[in-house]
Nanobody, 122 residues
Framework: VQLQASGGGLVQPGGSLRLSCEAS????????IGWFRQAPGKEREWVSY???????EYTDSVKGRFTITRDNARNMVYLQMSSLNPEDTAVYYC?????????????????WGQGTQVTVSS
């Protein structure tokens, strides 16, 4: 399984970005996909996930601002981020696993993408 995260960049506060996670080597539809982020000097934290049956959840700090979706035909998961603020600055990682009991826990995921940098700054 290979995951490729992309779409990061520099954006001003209040702006938007859409992150993409492309999977290969798997029957993508069966997988739960999680997004995590790690800011400098901080531990990696869970951001959002989407299950194979498209159940979604978000960490409190991004609720109402971020939206996760998936396109199984394209083997893609997207994280639409809006109303970005400097606290959202981090490297964002996507992760995948089939059987996930606690999808907000990073240790549940076996497969990880390489990360994409999101910087929110004026």
């Amino acid at each position: 399984v290979q995951l490729q995260a992309s779409g990061g960049g520099l954006v001003q506060p209040g702006g938007s970005l859409r992150l993409s996670c492309e999977a290969s080597g798997v029957t993508f539809a069966y997988y739960t996909i999680g997004w995590f982020r790690q800011a400098p000097g901080k531990e990696r934290e869970w951001v959002s996930y989407i299950t194979s049956d498209e159940k979604t959840e978000y960490t409190d700090s991004v609720k109402g601002r971020f939206t996760i979706t998936r396109d199984n035909a394209r083997n893609m998961v997207y994280l639409q981020m809006s109303s970005l603020n400097p606290e959202d600055t981090a490297v964002y990682y996507c992760a995948a696993e089939i059987v996930v009991l606690r999808p907000s826990e990073s240790f549940e995921y076996k497969y990880w993408g390489q990360g994409t940098q999101v910087t929110v700054s004026s």
